[in-house]
């Protein structure tokens, strides 16, 4: 009988954490297309799947712990770590438009920050 946990990669493999920075921030873009900030503050279901994104975004950066300066120097971390926190513990009171500025203008620049550390991960060794 299975205990519905499936098996998962390390938590702390950064490259993992960087993928899912990455993908969590692709489903951001999908979920906000043709949605301005006031349609989206009125759309649950968008603001429901964003937030949840946001906090997997937030979580993998937590998971990246010291490396992440490392990999991704110039982040605002804290702020980061932050607004997971916030997102986790203060969900009755999250600020629709720091959402949607979070998931416009600090998500896209994330990612790309993420997709260059990964390549350089990837990138073979000599």
């Known amino acids: 009988m299975s205990n519905g946990i499936v098996e998962l990669p390390s938590r702390r493999d950064p490259a993992d954490s960087l993928r899912h920075i990455i993908e969590n921030?692709?489903?951001v873009a999908r979920y906000l297309t043709g949605?301005?900030?006031?349609s989206f503050a009125c759309n649950d279901w968008a603001r429901d799947a964003v937030e949840r994104c946001i906090e997997r975004v937030c979580?993998?950066?937590?998971r990246l712990g010291d490396q992440a300066d490392k990999l991704m120097p110039g982040q605002p971390w804290s702020d980061i770590?932050?607004?997971?926190?916030?997102?986790?513990?203060?969900?009755d009171r999250v600020d629709v438009g720091i959402l949607?500025?979070?998931?416009?203008?600090?998500?896209?620049?994330?990612?790309?920050?993420?997709?260059?550390?990964?390549?350089?991960?990837?990138?073979?060794?000599?």
């Open 59 to 62: 979580e993998a950066t937590v």
């Open 35 to 38: 949605l301005d900030q006031q």
């Open 81 to 91: 770590r932050g607004m997971g926190n916030r997102l986790r513990h203060a969900y």
């Open 25 to 27: 921030s692709a489903r």
């Open 100 to 126: 949607w500025r979070t998931a416009t203008n600090r998500l896209p620049e994330l990612a790309c920050a993420a997709q260059r550390a990964l390549a350089q991960l990837e990138r073979p060794q000599s």
